[in-house]
């Protein structure tokens, strides 16, 4: 079983708004990503999560914060986000292996619209 | 730092024919891993085939291999009895192993694969 599930599937949202993405895997992964992809663009990273620990933080605007409450559960909190922040938010978990092996499962993305 | 070139934005090929996507990497590292992703119009991310760049045979999965050159820095996808499903937006992805964290993947900007039926 590979799958990363996610919530919500659609979000629309006002500039003012406070939201919260939701992410899970039950696959024993001690990785957890968050990718924003524009349209027509390949997925960036925002951040990653080891061991529930924040390891990786590509200098995402404040707006944004992640959030790893267990092993299995990944959050984004969202407030006063701009429309230009309107993207797909893709997750992804992977084992952390020694050797680094470990291969990126992705979540359906949560489709984001900020009005 | 690690760069990814897919220099075809956009590629046609008729059903059940053989279609291969180029992808090229820039790293000074030795060991590294190369992936191709699809992702149909659902934007489902999803796994197609991996290569480790210490192994030198090509990676194969069912109608997908790889035709990987280590020393030419290439990693080209090759489709065989192309189907309709297959069209799909293809990436390619780099990724070093991770030491003390957990590094993310690093895309070329896609190809968008066309099943003409």
């Known amino acids: 079983d590979t799958e990363v599930t996610q919530t919500p599937k659609h979000l629309v949202m006002g500039m003012t708004n406070k939201k919260s993405l939701k992410c899970e895997q039950h696959m024993g992964h001690r990785a957890m990503y968050w990718y924003k992809q524009k349209a027509k663009k390949p997925p960036e990273l925002m951040f990653v999560y080891s061991y529930e620990k924040l390891s990786i933080n590509e200098s995402v605007p404040s707006r944004f914060s992640p959030e790893c409450p267990n092993s299995s559960l990944l959050n984004l909190h969202l407030h006063a986000l701009q429309p230009e922040d309107s993207a797909l938010y893709l997750c992804?978990?992977?084992?952390?292996?020694?050797?680094?092996?470990?291969?990126?499962?992705f979540g359906p993305g949560t489709r984001l619209l900020v009005l | 730092a690690q760069t990814v070139t897919q220099s075809q934005p956009e590629m046609s090929v008729q059903e059940a024919e053989t279609v291969t996507l180029s992808c090229t990497y820039d790293?000074?590292?030795?060991?590294?891993?190369l992936f191709w992703y699809k992702q149909p119009p659902s934007r489902q991310m999803i796994l197609v085939i991996r290569?480790?760049?210490?192994?030198?045979q090509n990676a194969t999965e069912n109608r997908f291999s790889v035709n990987f050159q280590k020393a030419a820095k290439s990693f080209s996808l090759k489709i065989s009895d192309s189907q309709l499903g297959d069209a799909a937006m293809y990436f390619c992805a780099y990724r070093t192993p991770s030491g003390g964290g957990a590094d993310g993947l690093t895309f070329g900007k896609g190809t968008h694969l066309i099943i003409q039926p």
């Open positions: 290569q480790e760049a210490y192994k030198q």
């Open positions: 790293t000074s590292e030795s060991d590294y891993y």
């Open positions: 992804a978990s992977s084992q952390r292996v020694a050797g680094g092996r470990e291969t990126q499962y």
